[in-house]
């Protein structure tokens, strides 16, 4: 039924009046009952919730049941398909095992904690209604801001944000191509230490020998609240810090006495919103904030010198991997892209402007090179691929080398795409650097239901090296 609300317009003499009832349009009533979704909330609580939340924010790859991200996968489908899906593949690890009354009531909940009404007839499992005739997304003050007390790691910190302090750093000395693809051991300017990511510090004053001795020089608290995967850059003995709300800091890396201090924000709300790297380049520090804006900051007072956004704001695209910088061009990822369009992807920016120079998706759509392994799953329903750690670089060959996360959905069942690779999930992908143009690519775990997430470093050797 969808008879009653939209928008009046009442056309007056002299002028035109618009007259609309409280403000939005009004939407069908659910094909639900109260009493459904009243028995549906305890049954999510006791099946769902521990993993995606009572309040059905999700976290990390439990994907959000409730909001933009859920209304953007599911608006368009229909309520059976949404009970059909969960009854096939939900709880995680115990697909199936409730009665149908309860997947039932379970979707009745869902729906109403996504601003659906409930009305006269039950639900019986076959509504083809489709959600967003019933659903808006908003989802009730109640259910939204649960009393229960949430992890630490979920508690959004408060903070002022800005520039609380600005250096002015005299001893730093801009960082040359040639200083990044041939290191000084004293400094540690790529998050894995080179460019080939060997993790391996040059220096032989602390050995095998004297590593018992290491006693405390000074120690720097990380921020209250949120997730850290740090690694700190360090160059001409100035140490600069990714800290947890996207706030950096430069420190003098003897005294661990703070030079600048940049507050970038958000502040992390979330445990997912956390950083692994940072980057410098010539006189700029570079930062891909969690709400995946990048940032170069002046490396001697930590000013804004430009931002731009890597993905359009609002839409919970996310950044957690970190970033590198290679001839030229600041690289990063993106991850939780599911239920966005477009896909993730590595993108490209000009270190210097932060113009976008290049972007590749790692999600294959239907009619593109890699799209028909995905079969017949429609291109809004294809995920994963994610990049949450940032790729090395060979400078030789001007090629750098990325990992990418799983599909999703991670189980075959769930995604229906058979044993086929679901590209460029799960792969390496060897990219142009001035161009983002693949280069190669290889797929580790074709058709894989077991989270394999093969995103990590790739790790640069010389074939034949000594
Ligand atoms: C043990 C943790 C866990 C529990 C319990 C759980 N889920 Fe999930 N859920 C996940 C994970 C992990 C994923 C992502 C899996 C994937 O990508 O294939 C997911 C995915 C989903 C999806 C998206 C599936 C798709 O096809 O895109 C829905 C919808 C969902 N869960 C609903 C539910 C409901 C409803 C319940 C309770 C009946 C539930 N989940 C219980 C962990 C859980």
């Known amino acids: 039924m969808r008879a009653f609300g939209l928008t009046f317009m009442a056309a007056a003499l002299g002028g035109a009046a618009f007259l609309s009832v409280a403000g939005m349009a009004q939407i069908a009533e659910g094909p639900f009952t109260d009493a459904q979704a009243k028995a549906g909330r305890t049954a999510y609580a006791a099946n769902c919730g521990g993993c995606h939340q009572q309040n059905l924010a999700g976290s990390g790859d439990q994907v959000p049941l409730a909001g933009s991200t859920f209304m953007a996968s599911w608006g368009r489908r229909r309520v059976k398909e949404f009970y059909d899906d969960i009854r096939a593949n939900m709880p995680y690890g115990k697909a199936g095992s409730l009665d149908a009354a309860t997947y039932q009531n379970i979707t009745a909940f869902i729906l109403s904690a996504n601003g659906a009404k409930p009305g006269s007839k039950a639900f019986d499992g076959t509504s083809a209604t489709l959600i967003s005739a019933v659903a808006t997304g908003q989802v009730p003050a109640d259910i939204a801001n649960p009393p ?34 041939h290191p000084d051991p004293k400094d540690w300017l790529i998050y894995r230490g080179n460019y080939q990511a060997w993790s391996h510090s040059g220096l032989d004053q602390v050995n095998d020998r004297n590593v018992g001795e290491l006693q405390l020089k000074w120690s720097w608290a990380m921020n209250e609240g949120g997730q850290n995967s740090t690694g700190p850059t360090i160059h001409d003995g100035i140490m600069f810090l990714a800290n947890t709300s996207n706030t950096v800091q430069a420190l003098d890396a003897k005294t661990g006495e703070l030079l600048w201090e940049n507050r970038l924000g958000p502040v992390a709300t979330r ?30 007072t930590g000013k804004v010198v430009w931002k731009t956004d890597i993905a359009p704001p609002g839409k919970g695209f996310n950044e957690t991997g970190g970033v590198i910088v290679a001839h030229g061009k600041v690289i990063v990822g993106l991850t939780l892209c599911r239920g966005q369009m477009p896909h993730c992807y590595i993108s490209a920016y000009d270190a210097r402007t932060g113009a976008r120079a290049w972007q590749f998706t790692t999600i294959a759509d239907k009619g593109t ?37 799983q599909a999703k959905p991670w189980m075959q069942s769930s995604r229906r795409s058979g044993t086929a690779a679901t590209l460029y999930a799960n792969s390496t992908l060897a990219l142009d650097v001035d161009t983002g143009k693949l280069n190669w690519y290889f797929s580790h775990a074709s058709g894989e239901t077991f989270d394999l997430d093969e995103v990590f470093e790739r790790v640069l050797i010389d074939h034949g090296a000594q």
């Open 148 to 181: 229960a007390r949430r992890p630490a790691a979920e508690r959004a910190p408060t903070m002022k944000l800005g520039q609380t302090l600005v250096g002015n750093i005299k001893s730093y000395r801009s960082v040359t191509e040639e200083m990044l693809n």
């Open 369 to 405: 090179p890699g799209g028909d392994t995905w079969g017949d799953v429609p291109d809004d329903m294809r995920a994963g691929g994610e990049t949450w750690i940032a790729g090395t670089y060979d400078p030789e060959l001007n090629i750098t080398y990325w990992g990418t996360a």
């Open 271 to 300: 445990a997912y919103s956390a950083l692994r790297s940072l980057a410098v380049f010539e006189d700029k520090v570079y930062i891909n904030a969690t709400d995946a804006r990048l940032y170069a900051l002046d490396a001697k």
